[in-house]
């Protein structure tokens, strides 16, 4: 006699789980075994369609039959020795969703179901067939119910609990419908808790607990809701939460072995999923009574929305004589086959309207009461074997699923209205506005102290003025006082002179008195006088004198004229011959510094090749030179401090071709590094070259110019710049006239610049920047190719993020322009960088 044994989910069970994205069902299409409920409109996780609300006891209910399917399982080792020499007792006819069971060789029995899986059914097709209808009714609200019901060994726990940790394909229905089920809840609204039970000889126990092993079950007298209060219920955030939680409850299920099954199921396993989604209800419009045409419309009231999902791995019927079940064994075997025989019952009377529904006589059957009969959408699958030694069996279980699909459940939905939910945004709501009021209240207080403190400085500062103003017009008075009082005194003394008659006339006429200081005063101002008309006089003389000698200038200045012509055309030969040699001293100073850039390029190569012993001649006179030129400066940094923008950018007016181009090449070069790019645009360095572009034939000259402007167009404030000034449309000029490949892939290098600015979009179409793009392509040239192919996926890129941002709609402007043909054929070029730009184009154009 084989004892019980645990079974600790070891096996085919190793290995974890990977997070898997939710199934997309719009792929599968719907079958018949999908109940005919309301159709709901797809939400975003943490939104629900508005529906009313509809009380579980509520009379308005959809009709939803029990969905039945078979799944046949395929002959194991045994059954291919034992059966060798016999058919299968079932042949299935999966395209009918038909079933027949052989009884001998002569007659067979025809069963029809909703659905008919053969051997070779996947687990995935099983899933969406049977319990991906019942998941998305939970999603919208509605209570559902997933059964596997069959014989010992047919499958029934592969097919609902295979937890397929080294096989994803094998996963069974509990995995895949946790899946769904998280994939389409929000973490934020809503919640999802599991409960994991087993019922072993009519006891409840809990897989997640085992030292709880007899749970009640209570029934709500008003609604006939059964629950389970005293099980355990652990909140699941994501799938691997809930494959940890499997394993501990598999692990802590009681199975044994039988003939029948190595490793047999002795009790009911129930998986119970409670979902709570929060849903906003319809909005409640109120007519006015002023006027009937316009309406009041209420904020929607918030609802949560409870379902429950209910996995029943059942335990298989079987025979005791076939079984082999002894002692213990064969009491768990009588209670199994009790409370089957028990919800066999309940069925039957279901199914033949029956008044009275022995729903008590099995702790299983009051678990169910809502799967068959009541407001749940329940699927049960009936997995069968093929041995035809096990025909009576395999007769009872399609019996089983025949009288299942007559029974007819009323689905409801059960919706509540959410005081949590209410009560929580009315408490953040409160606490803003709270917030919000000690703001403007402090708001409130530093304005009015700010307004009481320059109050108290404007009286302090008028009070101050007014002091000042009083202690002015006291001063004021006070010296208008001693004004008057002086005048006084003197007009008194005055008198008193007027009436001493003789002595003091006869004093001041002889200079002793007072008056003697004005006779004095009077005689230096003559003297002044004197000596101002005699300094005028001379004056005037030198002025005549030489005024004489001004008339006699002309007839002297003639025979010095030519002398004075000499001088000046020599002058002007001096000048022009100096500039010329400032101009040679800045081209030789340049070619020095970057000869000696070279050097040092050179001497760096040779050192890290092992070879600068060799070559030490040559470094020897280049380092004096870049020591005797610019210390250890950099060439560019020396040609700033040496030689000047100013007078590097005046070079590109010169009348030498040579130096001309010698110019545009430092220029080129400067226009090179980021931090030069900003002091040429200021310079006018630009300006200057897209006036060289425009003006000069020479090929070497747009060749360079193209190339410094490729530099300038990597920033995008002198992209914009370029735009402004028509370098586009010289650009496109550029592109159609020239034929040698390196003035056509400067040119297209700064087209791809100018390609990857949102902002140039329209205008580089318009001014023909894609067809240029397009038309340098005739070249053929790898590095030409590579610079269109990016000019084509920066375009690209940007046209993509328009249209995500919804700014641009419609077809691609590239399509338009025809550069769809050039990217297909060029998709497989040799060269990586042309391949790589396609690919991405080709990638941005997808998106778009």
């Known amino acids: 006699m084989a004892s ?28 018949s075994f999908k109940s005919r409920i309301p159709p709901s409109s797809n939400h975003s996780p943490g939104s629900a369609p508005l529906r009313r609300s509809n009380s579980a006891g509520g009379s308005d209910g959809v009709p939803g039959r029990v969905r039945v399917a078979v799944r046949l399982r395929p002959r194991n080792a045994e059954e291919s020795v034992a059966d060798a020499d016999f058919a299968d007792c079932v042949e299935l006819q999966p395209e009918l969703k038909r079933l027949k069971l052989r009884k001998n060789n002569w ?116 609604t006939g809701d059964v629950s389970l209060p005293g099980a355990t219920h652990v909140e699941v955030r994501d799938e691997r939460d809930f494959m ?22 002795r009790s009911h396993a129930i998986l119970m999923v409670h979902v709570k989604r929060s849903v906003l209800g319809a909005e409640d419009v109120i007519p006015s009574e002023t006027d009937k045409s316009s309406h009041f419309a209420k904020p929607p009231k918030p609802l949560v929305r409870k379902s429950k999902l209910v996995l029943v791995d059942l335990a298989g019927s079987e025979r005791v004589h076939k079984s082999g079940s ?108 709270i917030a919000e009021n000690e703001r403007q209240q402090k708001v409130f207080d530093d304005e009015v102290e700010r307004i009481n403190l320059e109050a108290l400085n404007r009286v302090s500062e008028v009070e101050r003025n007014f002091a000042g103003a009083l202690e002015k017009e006291r001063l004021k008075c006070q010296m208008e006082y001693m004004e008057s009082v002086k005048k006084l005194e003197e007009k008194m003394i005055e008198n008193q002179q007027k009436q001493g008659c003789d002595g003091v006339m006869q004093d001041k006429c002889n200079g002793e008195g007072p008056g003697s200081s004005i006779v004095e005063d009077v005689a230096e101002v003559k003297k002044l006088l004197e000596k101002e008309i005699h300094m005028r006089k001379e004056a005037q003389e030198e002025v005549n004198k030489l005024k004489s000698q001004l008339g006699q200038c002309p007839d002297s200045g003639e025979g010095g004229g030519s002398e004075i012509l000499k001088l000046q055309k020599a002058l002007a030969d001096e000048v022009r011959q100096k500039k010329k040699l400032e101009e040679e001293m800045i ?152 034929e040698d490949p390196q003035t056509l892939r400067m040119v297209a290098g700064a087209i791809a610049n100018l390609c990857g600015n949102d902002k140039l979009q329209t205008k580089l179409r318009s001014e ?49 322009d025809g550069a769809l043909p050039w990217i297909v054929q060029n998709a497989n070029n040799d060269s990586s960088p042309i391949r790589r730009h396609i690919e991405l184009a080709l990638c941005h154009l997808a998106q778009h």
């Open 107 to 222: 007659d067979s029995e025809t069963y029809e179901f909703d659905e008919v899986l053969t051997e070779f059914a996947s687990q995935k097709r099983v899933y969406e067939v049977v319990a991906k209808p019942v998941v998305e009714s939970v999603l919208d609200g509605y209570n559902g119910t997933v059964m596997a019901y069959g014989q010992t060994g047919t499958g029934k726990t592969f097919t609902l609990g295979r937890l397929g940790e080294e096989d994803t394909s094998a996963r069974g229905i509990m995995v895949r419908s946790m899946e769904e089920i998280l994939a389409n809840v929000s973490p934020e609204t809503d919640s999802v808790s599991v409960s994991y039970l087993q019922l072993y000889m009519e006891s409840i126990q809990d897989l997640l607990d085992p030292a709880n092993d007899n749970i009640s079950i209570v029934e709500d007298p008003k």
């Open 326 to 433: 002894e002692g213990h064994m064969l009491e768990e075997a009588k209670s199994i086959n009790l409370s089957l025989s028990a919800l066999g019952k309940c069925i039957n009377a279901l199914a033949e309207n029956s008044a009275h529904v022995p729903v008590r006589d099995s702790k299983l059957t009051r678990l169910l009461r809502d799967s068959f009969g009541g407001t749940a959408r329940t699927s049960l699958i009936v997995t069968i074997g093929p041995s035809p030694r096990h025909r009576g069996e395999t007769t009872s279980t399609i019996l089983f699923g025949q009288r299942a699909m007559k029974v007819e459940n009323m689905l409801r939905i059960k919706e509540e209205f959410d005081y949590k939910s209410l009560s929580r945004k009315l408490e953040i709501q409160l606490d803003k506005l």
């Open 4 to 31: 019980n044994v645990y079974r600790n989910g070891t096996g085919s069970h190793k290995g974890a789980m990977r997070p898997l994205a939710a199934s997309n069902s719009s792929n599968v299409k719907s079958s």
């Open 768 to 816: 023909g920047g894609i067809k240029a793009l397009l038309g340098m392509a005739r070249c053929g040239q790898p590095d030409v190719l590579s610079q269109v192919a990016r000019g084509i996926a920066n375009f690209a890129k940007c046209e993509s993020r328009a249209s995500t941002n919804g700014i641009k709609s419609g077809r691609s402007v590239l399509i338009d």
């Open 587 to 738: 081209i030789l100073r340049s070619q020095m510094l970057q000869l000696t850039f070279e050097a040092d390029q050179m001497r760096r190569c040779l050192g890290r090749n092992g070879s600068a012993n060799a070559y030490g001649g040559l470094d020897s006179p280049m380092s004096q030179v870049r020591d005797s030129l610019n210390g250890h400066k950099t060439p560019v940094a020396a040609l700033f401090e040496q030689v000047g923008l100013q007078k590097i950018l005046a070079l590109l007016e010169s009348e030498d071709a040579n130096v001309r181009i010698h110019a545009v090449k430092v220029v080129a070069n400067l226009a090179a590094e980021e931090a030069n790019q900003e002091r040429i645009v200021e310079a006018g360095g630009l300006t200057s070259l897209l006036v060289l572009l425009r003006s000069y034939e020479d090929e070497n000259i747009r060749r360079v110019v193209a190339g410094a402007i490729a530099n300038l167009a990597m920033n995008e404030t002198n992209q914009e710049l370029i735009m402004i000034q028509g370098g586009i449309n010289l650009l496109s000029v550029t592109a159609s006239r020239a």
């Open 244 to 265: 940890e939680l499997l394993r501990t409850g598999e692990a802590h299920r009681i199975a044994a072995n039988t003939k029948l099954n190595t490793e047999s199921s």
